[in-house]
């Protein structure tokens, strides 16, 4: 089946600095890309839809300045943290699927940790 | 808003026992319904899916109802196996197939 490859799958950072998040389709074209976000207890929550060459849609109360989405290619999504701070330790995951497919792949996750 | 709802784990099992993972949800319209697995460092598979009042959803042993009266979507095997240990997610579609609406996950731990 289709493989979508996420890295890091932990990272630990010092609150003020930024955290890069890859997300790939290994052996498909994503044309849209989703990234979700889990706070421990809590339900996977979506972030935002980015379609490949096109601005991310955010959803409503994600801050789009904090939470940069790049989608530059068919293979690749990215999401920064831009200057983290505790609160925005969570879990992360991306999920991708092609253009007329339904199904929907995901990506293993990245733990993020601020100190 | 549309939500879903299930049991809070970690669920512990011997192997061989019955499992069933509690799910409900809440939803204007008529929504599918689905099941997600992930296996450790892995990422979420779709398990099974139904997309209407009374389907079945079924795959490697699991099944579950959709079930509009009750607005719930209870996941169930017969005998659980070591393999299964792994977190499982309940969705639901909202707005189009783009809008997955999960549920926190639920640990399963299957011991031999």
């Known amino acids: 089946g289709a493989v979508v490859s996420q890295h890091p799958s932990r990272v630990i950072c010092k609150s003020g600095t930024s955290v890069k998040i890859e997300c790939r389709s290994l052996d498909f074209q994503a044309t849209t890309m989703f990234w979700y976000r889990q706070f421990p207890k809590q339900s996977l929550m979506l972030m935002a839809t980015?379609?490949?060459?096109?601005?991310?849609?955010?959803e409503q109360g994600v801050e789009k300045d904090k939470f940069l989405i790049n989608h530059a290619s068919l293979t690749l999504s990215t999401l920064t943290v831009t200057s983290a701070h505790p609160e925005d330790s969570s879990f992360y995951i991306c999920?991708?699927?092609?253009?007329?497919?339904?199904?929907?792949?995901f990506g293993s996750g990245t733990q993020l940790s601020v100190l | 808003g549309d939500s879903v709802t299930q049991m809070e784990g970690p669920v512990t099992l011997s192997e061989e026992a019955f499992l069933t993972i509690n799910c409900t949800y809440t939803a204007t319209g008529y929504p599918s319904l689905f099941w997600y697995v992930q296996y450790p460092g892995e990422g979420l598979q779709l398990l099974l899916k139904?997309?209407?009042?009374?389907d079945k959803g079924s795959n490697k042993g699991f099944e579950a109802t959709y079930r509009k009266e009750t607005t719930s979507f209870h996941l169930e095997k017969g005998s659980v196996q070591v393999s299964d240990s792994a977190v499982y997610f309940c969705?639901?579609?909202?707005?189009?197939?783009?809008?997955?609406?999960f549920g926190a996950g639920t640990r399963l731990a299957v011991h031999p």
């Open positions: 139904a997309t209407k009042a009374d």
């Open positions: 980015s379609n490949e060459g096109s601005k991310a849609t955010y």
């Open positions: 969705a639901l579609n909202s707005g189009g197939y783009n809008k997955l609406i």
């Open positions: 999920s991708a699927r092609w253009a007329t497919g339904e199904k929907l792949f």
